[in-house]
């Protein structure tokens, strides 16, 4: 009886393990069906932000954004340029934030591209020496938004017209024509000529790019004049790099609206076999085109063939 019992239930046992086993490699397809539809899928979206580096530079990186609505943006990129914000956790390391703190954002408005910022009166409490610095990283942060070109800052309700410590007066709109990590080579204050360039920085596994506005009296064609830039090593500071070898050549290239096609010997390429471009040296060229020309595409070509494109906003 024992016997037939233990039978019984070895056969039971053994019979649901089949049972279990077949769902298990031939579920049901409603089942996954409805798995799939249930799976939610998180991108994340992130925007350029200009912070401040351990050379005192204003750097170019990017923040992660938790929002599409354009003012929403904003207020994130302006708590993250905040000292000690809530934002300051999302801050990429080593880099740190130049709006003082407690600074508080008190109204916001943007119509026709133009935006309007008024700030506390703490916004007032920012170090001489990082006064344009202050300026800058606002108005690129900013100005990265395709709904934003111009800005003016108020401070309690009053214009900013000039800088609280050096009195230096400030454009009656701010826009990128301001300029970013200034550097003067001029004999005259007429016919100047600003021309910005990005070149890498390298903060432990994170690559970001330090904009140069470099400002002279040369009216040079300033395509020219990046490429040349960057193909050269920046003798006065040595903390800025470019991976732009010396013995790549601009042969060519063709100006249209919102667009820069290149044309280069194949020396520009990192690897001959897979005819690619450092991303680095595509970067570097790109920003530097779009900062100083206002275009939105830049196209690199060898041999009358596309090799990349950039496209941004």
Known sequence: M???SA???IITASLALIIVSILYFFPDTNNLNEIKQTTTYVSVNTSPIYLINKDNYVIRTNLVIKTEDTIDKIKELLNALIMDSEKSEYIPKNFKAIIPKNTKILELSLNNNLLKINFSKEFLNVPKENEEKLIEAIVYTLTELPEV???IIFVENEKLIKLPQTNLILPNILD???????VYDITSIKDLSK????????????TYYIPVTKINNKQDNKIEIIIEELKSSPIYETNLISYLASSVELLNY???????????????FNNFN???????VKYSISLSLKDTLNVKEVIFKVDNEIIETFKEN
């Open 254 to 268: 063709e100006t249209l609206e919102n667009q820069i096609n290149l044309t280069f010997n194949n020396e520009i």
């Open 274 to 280: 897979n005819k690619d471009i450092l991303e680095e």
């Open 176 to 182: 990128r024509n301001y300029g970013i990590n200034k």
């Open 195 to 206: 021309t910005t360039i990005y070149y890498i920085g390298k903060e432990e596994d994170l």
């Open 149 to 151: 070109k111009q800005i």
């Open 2 to 4: 024992l016997k037939k």
């Open 7 to 9: 039978l019984r239930r």
